[in-house]
């Protein structure tokens, strides 16, 4: 089943608590907390992400889906672990080298939160392949981080598609997440390349019907859920975090 996470960066200041709300009940898995130092790319989101993740911390059961694209990757990592989020996502082309990232997935883990890897569209997907037996999930940017409401690339489908391939042939138990352009149109296209779980902000959030947008943004062609369901096997072989030294 596809999850969708919703991204929380398009909310209009002046509406956002009703909006949280809304997204609260409208049936979406998570909500995305999109991070942004202006420094790692143009924009600056703390204080206004910190802001929705008190508000909802208070008042909502569903996970926190935290992306962080910034600099300083532990830096932010404890100032959002104290929301006890699901899983914190940071990007590989922040981390200097092997051993920061290394670092950070043991670090993050030992907060007990799950930890995921984000490639912006120029990254190589190769890139991330040594790192995936250590994580829970891989974050795919459909579009250059920074900014939302951008049209998706179509490069980036391959890529999802590539990752996906490389997983299943070798039994790695992952999630992978779609980030950008998520909508109607583009939907269909990241979940058959292999993408489980869809991050939708725009096409959510200036809808007239939030629950009936992710309800369609959820909705999966039958043929390949079957496929889906008929020929993948079940796994589990994520190395323990004791060991993650050695990737």
Known sequence: MVEISASVLGLKETNAIKQLYDLEVSGIDYFHIDVMDGEFVKNNTVDRMVEYCEYLNSIS??????????????????????????????????????????????YIKNNNCKVGISI???????????????????????????????????????????????????????DIEADGGINLDTANKAKEAGANILVAGTSIVQSNNYAETVKKLKSYCTEQLFVFLKFVPMYSNRIPWETVEHC
């Open 61 to 106: 059961l569903l996970p926190l889906d935290v992306h962080l694209m910034v600099k300083d990757i532990k830096k932010f990592v404890n100032k959002f672990i104290v929301f006890e989020p699901n899983n914190i996502t940071f990007h590989l082309e922040a981390c200097k080298d092997e051993n920061e990232v290394k670092e950070l997935i043991k």
């Open 120 to 174: 912006s569209p120029k990254t190589n997907i190769e890139e991330i392949y040594r790192y995936l037996p250590y994580i829970h999930n891989c974050l795919v940017m459909t579009v250059e981080p920074g900014e939302g409401g951008q049209a998706l690339i179509p490069e980036t489908i391959d890529k999802i598609n590539k990752l996906y391939k490389y997983v299943k042939e070798n039994e790695i138990d992952i």
